[in-house]
């Protein structure tokens, strides 16, 4: 019985994805639920599992194809793998479903550079959630053994083929070139940021933060709350308390623009800005009001470690009310955050640099660290917007004002 591989019902905001990696070839047995082919979006890496046990028998629409959602890719044959679909070879067919069996889970971009380097995938450790194997493993442990550096960027046949020929044409005159695609995450990252610029009254407002007063708090807690909750307790849960404070006084900037209206959301989706092998992403503390610092802090971690994987599921990239990035862990002081659209605000956060500041008439040496906020200036004034970034700075240099809510 032949059975249909459809691409999957994407949601109304993806309007069609890219066939990033055939996982199996016509031919390959498939047990179900087993992924087949991983499809790109420029959100998300939907994997796309067999229907049934059986036999892929055609593949319809190649790697780098632009498919729409529920359009035939492939087509399979309904059929009992254990007694085997294929002609059997002594031994071969047992040793490789053995070895399948007991090869570490490896995430596709991880995957796709162990079969085009031809590696051993046992002797890569993984360092993602359960062992699983990232790209960033795959990347460390080629170098570990001196192999040639490896493009970041991900390459696809016919057009990695192109790029790669482009590279030993130029590289004869000692001055090298490297052409890649761009991937779908990537170029849907530029059409936001350009949106945003071009429909969006960008207007950047600044404020400095001692921090010392959280930093004192945390190094007093800081094992009793990760014994407590299993998490460590970082900036992050204080910056997202001390904004949604920010947002509960002045509305404004937890309202977006539709057309000619302003709608004011009653609820708290705060986005976490996380960089990822592929790019930027903004998963989404949802209803982030109604959560501890821990739940904070355990969310964010689960994020990073998703964002890491690839597995961010595309619920929880959509939506949000407001954003926080923070360009300190790359040692940025200072920077313009541009919006993520239709938000009208973004909260930057940044390295913290120990500086003389001047308390009571003295000059005394203080953690500090620059805030900036970038809002759209056709729905929030510069006043609201001052006040809260104020607001922000005086709540994290007392935290006590977070538990008291004063």
């Given at each position: 019985?032949?059975?249909e591989?459809?691409?999957?019902?994407?949601?109304?905001?993806?309007a069609?994805?890219?066939?990033?990696?055939?996982?199996?070839?016509?031919?390959?047995?498939?047990?179900?639920?087993?992924s087949?082919?991983?499809?790109?979006?420029?959100?998300?890496?939907?994997?796309?599992?067999?229907?049934?046990?059986?036999?892929?028998?055609?593949?319809?629409?190649?790697?780098?194809?632009?498919?729409?959602s529920?359009?035939?890719?492939?087509?399979?044959?309904?059929?009992?793998?254990?007694?085997?679909?294929?002609?059997?070879?002594?031994?071969?067919?047992?040793?490789?479903?053995?070895?399948?069996?007991?090869?570490?889970?490896?995430?596709?971009?991880?995957?796709?550079?162990?079969e085009?380097?031809?590696?051993?995938?046992?002797?890569?450790?993984?360092?993602?959630?359960?062992?699983?194997?990232l790209?960033?493993?795959?990347?460390?442990?080629?170098?570990?053994a001196?192999?040639?550096?490896?493009?970041?960027?991900?390459?696809?046949?016919?057009?990695?083929?192109?790029?790669?020929?482009?590279?030993?044409?130029?590289?004869?005159?000692?001055?090298?070139?490297?052409?890649?695609?761009?991937?779908?995450?990537r170029?849907?990252?530029?059409?936001?940021?350009?949106?945003?610029?071009?429909?969006?009254?960008?207007?950047?407002?600044?404020?400095?933060?001692?921090?010392?007063?959280?930093?004192?708090?945390?190094?007093?807690?800081?094992?009793?709350?990760?014994?407590?909750?299993?998490?460590?307790?970082?900036?992050?849960?204080?910056?997202?308390?001390?904004?949604?404070?920010?947002?509960?006084?002045?509305?404004?900037?937890?309202?977006?623009?539709?057309?000619?209206?302003?709608?004011?959301?009653g609820?708290?989706?705060?986005?976490?800005?996380?960089?990822?092998?592929?790019?930027?992403?903004?998963?989404?503390?949802?209803?982030?009001?109604?959560?501890?610092?821990?739940?904070?802090?355990?969310?964010?971690?689960?994020?990073?470690?998703?964002?890491?994987?690839?597995?961010?599921?595309?619920?929880?990239?959509?939506g949000g009310?407001?954003?926080?990035?923070?360009?300190?862990?790359?040692?940025?002081?200072?920077?313009?955050?541009?919006?993520?659209?239709?938000?009208?605000?973004?909260?930057?956060?940044?390295?913290?640099?120990?500086?003389?500041?001047?308390?009571?008439?003295?000059?005394v040496?203080?953690?500090?660290?620059?805030?900036?906020?970038?809002?759209?200036?056709?729905?929030?004034?510069g006043?609201?917007?001052?006040?809260?970034?104020?607001?922000?700075?005086?709540?994290?240099?007392?935290?006590?004002?977070?538990?008291?809510?004063?």
């Amino acid at each position: 019985m032949s059975i249909e591989v459809k691409v999957p019902v994407f949601p109304e905001s993806v309007a069609d994805g890219t066939i990033l990696h055939w996982n199996k070839k016509p031919g390959d047995s498939v047990r179900r639920e087993e992924s087949i082919v991983d499809i790109e979006t420029d959100k998300v890496v939907f994997e796309v599992p067999a229907p049934e046990d059986g036999v892929l028998e055609s593949i319809i629409e190649g790697e780098g194809a632009v498919v729409m959602s529920g359009q035939l890719i492939g087509r399979m044959r309904e059929g009992d793998v254990g007694t085997g679909n294929r002609p059997h070879k002594e031994g071969s067919e047992v040793a490789e479903t053995e070895k399948a069996v007991s090869e570490p889970f490896a995430t596709p971009s991880a995957r796709r550079l162990i079969e085009e380097h031809g590696l051993d995938v046992q002797s890569i450790r993984g360092s993602g959630s359960g062992s699983r194997i990232l790209k960033e493993d795959v990347l460390r442990s080629m170098q570990q053994a001196g192999e040639a550096q490896v493009e970041q960027a991900p390459s696809r046949n016919a057009e990695s083929d192109q790029a790669v020929g482009s590279v030993e044409a130029v590289a004869e005159s000692g001055r090298s070139e490297k052409r890649v695609p761009m991937t779908r995450l990537r170029a849907r990252i530029a059409e936001r940021l350009l949106d945003a610029q071009q429909n969006a009254a960008i207007l950047s407002t600044f404020n400095e933060v001692n921090m010392q007063p959280v930093m004192d708090l945390r190094t007093r807690y800081k094992g009793m709350f990760e014994k407590t909750y299993g998490v460590k307790l970082g900036f992050m849960s204080f910056f997202v308390n001390a904004v949604i404070e920010g947002l509960k006084r002045f509305p404004e900037l937890n309202a977006s623009i539709d057309g000619t209206d302003i709608v004011y959301h009653g609820f708290f989706d705060i986005g976490i800005a996380v960089s990822s092998p592929r790019g930027l992403v903004v998963p989404i503390l949802r209803d982030a009001d109604q959560l501890t610092m821990a739940d904070v802090e355990l969310r964010i971690r689960d994020f990073a470690q998703k964002a890491r994987d690839g597995s961010l599921s595309l619920d929880e990239l959509t939506g949000g009310t407001f954003t926080i990035t923070n360009g300190g862990v790359f040692g940025s002081l200072l920077s313009t955050p541009i919006l993520n659209p239709p938000q009208s605000g973004i909260l930057g956060m940044h390295k913290i640099q120990e500086r003389p500041v001047a308390e009571n008439g003295s000059v005394v040496i203080r953690p500090m660290m620059n805030i900036a906020l970038s809002y759209d200036h056709r729905l929030v004034d510069g006043r609201e917007a001052v006040q809260f970034l104020v607001a922000v700075k005086e709540m994290l240099e007392d935290p006590a004002r977070l538990l008291l809510g004063v």
